[in-house]
Structures are given as C-alpha cells and as structure tokens.
C-alpha cells in the first residue's frame, strides 16, 4: 500500500496545473489625477495649439436686436386744405421732390370765393395725392409729403434685455447687406406691447432705405477695461472648474480661474492668474483631452 | 474481434488497399467545401437591432425606442439575455440565443415580434436587423479617394460628398451582389443633402416660418400619375410632373404671398449641397476618406468571399468616373493563405521528419513509406469528418495535429513486424512462403495492437476535459479537440486495417532490418546505465519526484495567459478620446495620429473607422476610432528582423506622445470578437439595476468605494456614463402661455433651427437625396447668439428666444446600458494577490452590510470569475474522472492496479520536461499549452504501455524479474524512441516556425517537444526501476510458494 502513496501523489500534481492555465491576468496601469500635460514644442506646433499671453483689456458686451425701419412723424406732413374749397390746380405729382414753401395747389376757398395757394411745410418727397382739379377739398388730406433724408430704426428691446438698454449707447445695425453704426437716440415704450423700442436716427441721404425694412442690430450695451482677460475659446472645464492651461516651457497646466465678466470674444479673469502668462488661445480642447485620456474608454 | 479484423484485413489486403482510393477521393471533395478561415468563430448566436433616430438623444432613443424593442423581445424561445445602449440617434438591443439556435430560426422570430410594435414606436423610425454576420465577417475593406487633379463635373476637386455618393450608388450596389456578402457598409464623407438655410430676419420680414418653408416644399415636389386617356385608339398616360430637380428650381418655390407679391425660396433663405450631421467618418493616412466594408455571411468560406470581393473591384473600378480609386485596404486571404501556408509548412515539414526518423531508425524504406502514407491518408480522413461535423479550418483547429503522435500506433505495428519478419528470416535463412509471411505479420501486429490501440484510446480520452470547456474557450478549443480526435481514430482504424494489409502486401522479399550505428551505440549504453540506476534506485525515484516537484513549483512561476493571441500580422489600435469630443475634433485628432503611424517605415497603410458607421454593426460614440495600421511585407522592412511587439513598443511610445488619446492596441479580428462578445472582461462585474440613473450613479459609486477597501481589489472602476454635455432649452412654460405658444412649438422650432427638418427628396435618377431645412451653419454654432434669435409667434410676431426659454449646459448621458430590459451601471474589479473565490464572497458581503441599495434595485455579481468558477468546478469533477477512466483503460489491459498505477507515473514525469521547455523558452502557461499536457499525458502513457506489457509477458515467460525487465526494456528501446521521436520531431517546425499563426501553436510544440525527451528518458529508467521494485515483494512471494 506505502507504493501506491507515492505515485497517488505524483498524480495529483496534474490537476494543479490546468487550473493554473485558467487564471487569467491581465495588468492594467495604474491610474491617478493629474492636472497638467507634457507636450513636445515641436508636437505642438504639429497639432495646433497656440499660446497667448494674458493681458490687460476692453470687454464690449453686446446684444442683438431686430426691427424696422419707420417713417419719422416729424419728417412727414399730411396736408390738409385750411379752408375748405375747389381745387383749382395741383402742381406736383406723386414722387416729385418739393422745397419748404413751393406751391403744391392752389384752391378756392367756399368761404372768399378767393383763390389761395398751398405751399409746401418741409422739404421732400410727395408719396401721396388724393387731390385732383376741380374736386373738393372737403376735410380730406389731399397731399403726404415725406422726407427720408433721415429714417428713424425702432428696435424692439424684450423685458430680459431692457435694463441693459440707454440712449447714448453705439449700436450697430445691419439692414439690406449693409451695415453702419449709429447711436440709440433714445428707448421708449411701445404701447400696448410687451417690448421697449430702442429708436435709431439714420441719415438715409445715400442709403435709400425704404419704410418697412427689417433690420438687426447689435448694441454695445457696456464697455469695461479690466485688468486682464482670456479668451473665451481657451477657457475649458475640468472637474467642475473653469480655468485655462497655462504654459510652462513644454508642460501645460490647469489653472482653475474666477472669472467675471465677458463678451463674444473675451473672459475677465478676477483671480487665478498673472499678467503676461502664457495661456493656451487655440486648441485647449487637446489638452484637456490630454489629461483626462484615462478616463477615456470603450464601453460597449 | 479485433483480431478478426486484423485477419480479415491480412486475408483480403488488395480489397483494403483499394479502399485507399475511396479515402483519396472523399477526402478530396470535401476539402473543396471545407470552411477555412485563420482563426475559429467565437461569436454567440446573436441579432443587433439597430434603429436610426436622427436627434434622439440617448434619453429619449431608450425611453421611446429601446424600451419598447426590448419588452417585444421579452420570452422568446431560446433567448439568452437581451443587452442594449443608447446613444445619440441610435439605439442598439442585441439578442443573445442559446448556443446552437438557428440564427435564421432566431430572426424569424424577431422580425415577428418587431412587426407587432411598429405603432408603438415613434413614426418614421424602422428598427432594422444587423447583417447575419460574425465577428468574422468583416473580411474587405477599401477606401475611395480621388487623385488630387481629378475634377468633378463642375469642374471642382472632389468633395467628401461627392465620393460618398460614388460609394453608396455606384459600388455598394455592385459589390452586394459578390456571392457570400451580406452587407456593405459605408463611413466617411457625408451623405449628400439638399439644405435650404433660412436667414432669420428675412423670415420676420415676410412673415414665414420654417413650417411655411418645410410644406412650399413638399408641395411642389411630387409627380402624379393621372391614368390615361385613348386617343384615336392609342392609349397615352397622362402624368402632372412636378419634382423638384435643382438648386435653382429650389430657389424658385414660392412660399406664399404678401400682399399679392410672391415670396419665394430665395427671397429668405440659400440653397446648397450641405452636410449631413453624420454620425462617423472615415480617415486614410492622415486623410479623410470614404471607407467601404464587406461582411460576410454566416458560414462562408472567407477565404473565396474576400478574394471574390477583390476582383469583383477591380471590376467596379472601369465605372467610377475617371481620376477615383476605390483601393483595397483590408483583406481577408491574405491572412488566411498565410495561416494556411504557416499550417501547411509545419505539417508537410512535420511529416518529412517523420519518415526521415522512420527510415533512420526502421532501416528499412518500404517500411519507413507505409508507416508514413497514415499521415495523408489520416489527413484525408479527418478532412472528411470536419465537413460532416461543421468544424472550419483553421490555425485552432489544425494546429494541435501532430503526424508524429498520429502515426505512433502504425509505428509500432510496422516496427514489430518488420522485427518479426526479421527475425524469421535470420532463423530460416531465407525468404517466407507468403502463407508463413502472412502469419508473422499477424502475429506481429496482434501482438502490439492491443496496447497501441489502449494507447490510442487513451490519448483520445484525455482530450475529453477540452470537450467541456464552454463559451468562448469551448468554440475556441473545441475544434482542436475535435480535429485531434478524428485524426487520431482516423490513424487508429487505419494502423488496424490500412498497415496490416499494406505490410501483408508490400514486405515481401528480404527484409533489411539495419540496427542503426546510432541505435546500436544507445542499447551500448542503456544496459549498463539501466542496471545502474536498478542499484541507485531510491536515488532514481527520489530524484524523478523532486523533478517532479520542482517543476510544479516551477509551472506556479511562468506567468498564464488564457489563449495565445494569433498574429493577425496587421494592428489594430483603438484610439480612444474622453466622452463628448466632437467628431471633427476627433477627426482632426485622427488625422495628426495616423501620419505620425505613416511615418513609420514597416507601415504600408493606416486607416481609421471614427464613430458610427451607417449600419451600426459597431456602434462607437464619435470619440473613439477603430485604427487598422496595416504593416509592409516583412523582407522589405528595412530591419526584417525586427519582432512585431517590437515595433508595437516604439508605435506605443511615438504615440503616447500625442496629446489627447488613449490607446487599446489589438487586432482586426481581435478586436471585432471583444466587439461583438463585449461582456464583462474584468475578474469581477457588480451589475446594479434600477430605474434612475442619478441613484444607479450614486449606488455604483458606494459599492466602488466598498470594492476598492476590500483587499486585493486592482483596477476598480465604474462604467462611465455622465460625459456627454448636453444644451437643453428649457421653456419657460408661463412665458410662452403669455405669448400664446405651445412648448411643441418651441421643440419644433429648436428642432428645425438646429437640427433640421426633412422637407422631402430630390431625385436623380436611382440616386436619392434628403432636402434639409435648417438654419445656416454660423448661426447655429453660435450658443450666445441663439439665445436672441426671433421666434415667430402665432400672429406673424415675434419674440427672442430668451424671452421664453433658457439655455443650460450641463453632463448627460452618453450612453444608456441595459441588461434584460432593465437599465444598468457595472462596477468592475480585477484581483491581484489573492484567490478569487474569497475576493468574491468578501465583497458580496461587505456590500450587503454596508451599501444601501434602494428598493427597486439590485444587483448582479458577474464577469471573468463566473467563468473561471464553472471551468475550475468542471474541471474539478472531468479531470480525475478522466484520469480515473484512463486508469480504467489500463487496468483493462493489464488486469492489475499496481502496473496501471506505475504506467500512470509516466504523466507527471511527462509533465516535468513540459514545464521546463516552457520555462527555457520562456513562454507562459495557456490553454495551449495545457492542450499539449494533454497529448503529453496520451504519448506518456502509450510510451508506458508498450514498455510494460512486453515486460510482463516476458516475465511470465521467463520467471526472472530483473532480466524480463531489462531485456523487455531493451528490446522496446527502438519503438520507444520511434514515438518519442517522431511525436517530438514532428513538432519541431511547429515550435521553431515564425510565420503568421505560428505563435498560437508554438507553446504546444514547445510542451510535446520537452515533455517527450523528459517522458522517454523516464520511460527508459524510472518506469523499469519502478516495477522491479514494486513487483520484487510479489516476485518473492512466488519464489516462496
């Protein structure tokens, strides 16, 4: 029997091994946060990103606005008969240009049975006559002169906007392809509306703009130089917290940042940061990709 | 009845001869339907069902259309689990059946229950089965470029769009046609589409909305047929034509009327080919690119499929319109025929050496060429039953075959008769009368058969724990098993029939039986070495269990690895990014990562999958891409010698030197399995279910912490679901009651600012073309500027969006994971330094007592370790089952215990040269190699057998222990060496060869090879030593009765 012990023994020691063959390992690296970046100058060049140097500068914050163009009241006349009468004669047609004071009729008062003329209130362009030889003036308007050498813009300024809309304030407007900047004369209720209308003189002398036209416009609503700015496209999120990377010779760090105020292109930076560091402008995304890459994975 | 075979076989030799062509050709024909491939399918049986929702964000496509499919789905025969994810505008469930269901049978049934639901889901939206493909199908790839001075029509450089639609209308329909492919899919460059971009203020100008655009246009494209009408007997169809055909008719739709004036398309808005929000995209050597891929149905020989594919190409090339190329990428046969040639080098060098060793040793060339016509004609044989079984050809499946182990029956058949044959001649000095010839030979062979066919018996056996392997390792080694086996019987029926009848026929005349001068100098030397070691023989035994010993301890040092990877020779390299990168950020970061690729002298051609492709086989989010760096022939690598994980070292390291991606390198077929499979593949996987996915967030992140303080826990980490950002509009739901809008209003309006809205297709010809309304591409990038853009109100008003509804960026889900129709989030965890079960039972309770899980939730312990389990419990119960049926064999042929116990020490021994091999070689364990501790135990024991049944009928002849067993042992020197060497030699190219493929069987030669020489040796000294000894008390006994 003391035989058969040692070769039972010898037999066992087949199955230990194929059990071995199963454990399976695999060795994965090991895994811990970092907030920076090692990247070659030349790699990055290769790759696009650019650096900056944070610096001093003007925030202009802006909002856009749309509306239309108006015939200014006080550039345009209706003209009525002072007495009542025949009209005798008219002088003008529609889209004549007239002076202050030219003749537009003449007609002969009900009342003197004498002839008086009509003359002109303001200079500019007849858009209507209702008024032929020989009618009665009754106390119809008989003439709409209108003058579009200046054209007011009245843009519509809804309740979440309104606070931040002045007279004074630049604005730029863009109607028919064209744009030009002019200044909000002056913001004024709409009656019966939820909106304010922001109105906007234009001298029309060259546009030729017409009444009704719609337009955009873009109002520099405030202005602020501060102490130093970023660029919005170089601020990126990580955990949570907004910052740039800032570069030191070949490694790139995270500086998280306070940021205040922006407008389309800039960040102010209210702590976090010295002036003239160099930050990462362009392609920020690459190197926050960079330093969360082990979180990246497959999971499907 | 054996012997009765035998004696039929020797009597009617020339009707067994013949039955040589019959095997010829059966074997021929079916290796024209034989199925080859370069490795086996490991892929389930399983259906994607893939649904498109263009601007579905994973939310809704798994609330509006996952959920739905999932439930249909729910109960189907056969099913074994149901899995799915949610991304943004796709939703994938993949069906899992029960190994050996019909995939055909499994779609029918699908189809069924999809049908059912199409009035629940949302409208428009077709679920679609995935290609009836494996993880295999993917088998051509090739990419369509235009050279740089090609002009299009227009006289412009292709556009990206402009090669996608030769893609999708000129090649795609003709390489679908190529017998064997199922699906081609595209990616890369973008669908065309027709977009009318709105410019918002020209819209409040005139008074339209997106909706007056939207219906303009689909009323004014469509024809009518009108019937027809005869006209002096001839019939005319009448038809009112009215579609739409150029940008041009676009611009001249009139939208409505303002104060009798027309307001037309081009009044408010421009008409372009624009692009589509695609889903993924397709790079080439740093370029992007339309990439096209070939699948191959299910079954087909990919082999043929790929080939067919390339010419068919080639083919195609003569229509593309001049200056395109459509330029093969990826393709199948290459591998295949190089894994194919690596097969066949190592079995026809294999069965070169062979009969080299027959010849050196038999001395005698008639007898050296039958031994070794076993090896075709077995070859043939198993062939035949591969294709009646379904097994495929393959690296796997024909890499354990070994001639030298097949042809060890017939070796000694024909080495004891060609002895006997001898002998008698010597005796009676001269040549036989065919009727005594005819009788040796008999003799002969019956005198061996027995324990070479218990041999032959028993190494079959012992692949049997291999058979109750399952999942991915049993369709792994299952083939193997499988073509051993049949090899092995095939050898087994011939070495009774076959070589009898052969040795009947062919041995006549003199028989020169030469002692080789090696042969002669080994027996010089083995007398006296074995007597000595009869003197030391505590030492011997003692010294062959310490080997023992040690080389367990040793086999506990050499790492383990589950399956040697097959050298597909290409890469593939998953680039992966962090959750929520853009796709043309992705794409920038793509193109920078494969000319650094190219730039590297062995790479012939990167390529890059990024994303989702059109039919969603591997639905990836647009952050990772699936890299193919396909490498240049070896001899014109400037240094040939260098090794691939060489260069996969420098490749890793350039790499890592680009900021911003992670990488996972693989290989093409590689990594589509790990694709399609895709189940847990860390040790341990926690599934928590659950409803919320905050909560779902929440408990995960409780059991990782409970994880990771259990002891041994590495690796620990929780599947990433928050990371993609998402933009929601949030109305403001009193303001917009205020301005009389509805919030479907809004949606709709986001929806067709943003994301567009079809407004109908533009037809050229087959060709077929979405037209888009959206708004222009500046403003819809512009987040501040959309906050202000005008909302048209009922009354032909209008407000800023910000009046009525706020912007906020915040983390969503990028995906959505579902388990049987229950969302999921997976914890895993690898273990290192301890064993697993413990790890396991620590952590279910520890997180019983300590995670609060809440109502509604619970979880699921998975992964690696369910398998490792069950393999090890099988295991546990089939090995000493196995062991204990071998000895049964034994037994059998001996009638006694103790010599089938001592037969048996040839295993372990077996073993010791096993390990050692592998340890020189420096080599891991791995299945493999455990398959070849299989056919080592098999050879072993044959080797055992033979040595002890001549021994013991020696001694009954004799009466004296000591001189039967030195001279049994002495006469079975010569076959004992002729299996060792010829199952050893046979290896040799295997283990020595380089070539694609070669590294999959490498660490099995290497263990045959080792743990044959260790076997042999002691075979030769220990196996005598330990019968003398344990047979000396019962020698005794009979001497004193």
Known sequence: MKNYLLI????????????????????????????????????????????????????????????????????????????????????????????????????????????????????????????????????????????????????????????????????????????????????????????????????????????????????????????????????????????????????????????????????????????????????????????????????? | MIESILRLAIERRYLFLSFILVIFALGIWSYQKLPIDAVPDITNVQVQINTTAPGYSPLEAEQRITYPVETALAGLPRLSHTRSLSRYGLSQVTVVFEEGTDIYFARNLINERLGAIKSVLPQGLEPEMGPISTGLGEIFMYTIQANPDARMTNGKPYTATALREIQDWIIKPQLAQVKGVIEVNSIGGYNKQYHVTPIPEKLLYHEVSFNDIANALRANNENRGAGYIEKNGQQLLVRAPGQLATIEEILDVIIKQNDGIPVKIHDIAEVAIGKELRTGAATRDGVETVLGTAMMLIGANSRTVARDVALKLEDIQISLPEGVVAEPVYNRTTLVDKAIATVTKNLVEGALLVIVVLFLLLGNLRAALITAAVIPLSMLMTITGMVKTGVSANLMSLGALDFGLIVDGAVIIVENAVRRLAESQKQNGGIQALRERLNIVFEATSEVIRPSLFGVAIITVVYIPIFTLTGVEGKMFHPMAATVVMALISAMVLSLTLVPAAVAVFMNGKISEKESAVLSATKRFYRPALLLAFKFRWLVVSFAAMLVAFSLWLATTLGSEFVPQLNEGDIALQALRIPGTGLEQSVEMQEILEKRIKSFPEVDKVFSRIGTPEVATDPMPPSIADTFVILKPRDLWSDPSKSKSELLEEMEEALERIPGNNYEFTQPIEMRFNELISGVRADLGIKIFGDDLDQLMFTANDILQIVNSIEGAADARMEQVEGLPSLSVIPKRETLGRYGLNVVQLQDWIATAIGGESAGILYEGDRRFELIVRLPEMLRRDIEGLMSLPLPLPNGDYIPLEEVATLNIQPSPAQISRENGKRRVVVTANVRGRDLGSFVNDVKNRIQQEAKIPPGYWLDYGGTFEQLESASQRLAIVVPITLLVILGILVMAFGSLKDALIIFTGVPLALTGGVLSLWLRDMPLSITAGVGFIALSGVAVLNGLVMLAFIRDLWHEKGDLLTSVVDGALIRLRPVLMTALVASLGFIPMALNTGTGAEVQRPLATVVIGGIISSTLLTLFVLPVLYHWVHRRSEQGVEAE
Not at chain 1, 55 to 65: E, F, H, K, M, R
Not at chain 1, 266 to 288: A, R
């Open chain 1, 8 to 300: 039972l023994s010898l037999l066992l020691g087949i199955v230990s091994p194929i059990q071995n063959i199963l454990a399976d390992e695999d060795n994965d690296g090991e895994e811990h946060e970092e907030t920076a970046s090692h990247i070659d100058d030349d790699l990055s060049e290769k790759v696009g990103i650019v650096t900056t140097f944070a610096s001093p500068g003007t925030l202009s914050q802006t909002i856009t606005v749309y509306g239309e163009l108006t015939q200014a009241p006080e550039n345009t006349h209706e003209i009525y008969a002072r007495f009542p009468g025949i009209i005798k004669s008219v002088n003008i047609s529609i889209g004549d240009t007239v002076k202050e004071g030219d003749r537009l009729a003449t007609i002969e008062s009900n009342e003197s049975l004498k002839d008086y003329p009509l003359h002109a209130p303001a200079t500019g362009l007849i858009v209507q006559r209702q008024a032929n030889p020989g009618e009665l003036t009754q106390e119809r308007q008989l003439f709409t002169i209108v003058n579009l050498d200046t054209a007011w813009l009245e843009f519509r300024v809804y309740p979440a906007q309104q606070e931040k809309v002045n007279k004074g304030q630049t604005i730029l407007v863009v109607i028919n392809d064209q744009s030009l900047e002019a200044l909000v004369t002056h913001v004024i209720p709409a009656a019966d509306k939820p909106y304010a209308l922001a109105r906007v003189k234009l001298s029309n002398t060259d546009l030729n703009l017409s009444p009704g036209q719609f337009a955009k416009g873009k109002i520099h609503t405030r202005q602020f130089d501060v102490a130093l700015t970023v660029k919005k496209e170089a601020v990126q999120e990580l955990d949570g917290r907004f910052g740039v990377f800032v570069k030191n010779n070949e490694s790139y760090e995270f500086t998280p940042l306070v940021l205040g105020k922006s407008d389309d292109n800039f960040f102010e930076v209210l702590s976090g940061l010295d002036s003239g560091t160099e930050y990462v402008s362009e392609n920020s995304y690459l190197i926050k990709a960079d330093i969360l890459k082990s979180e990246a994975e497959d999971n499907d």
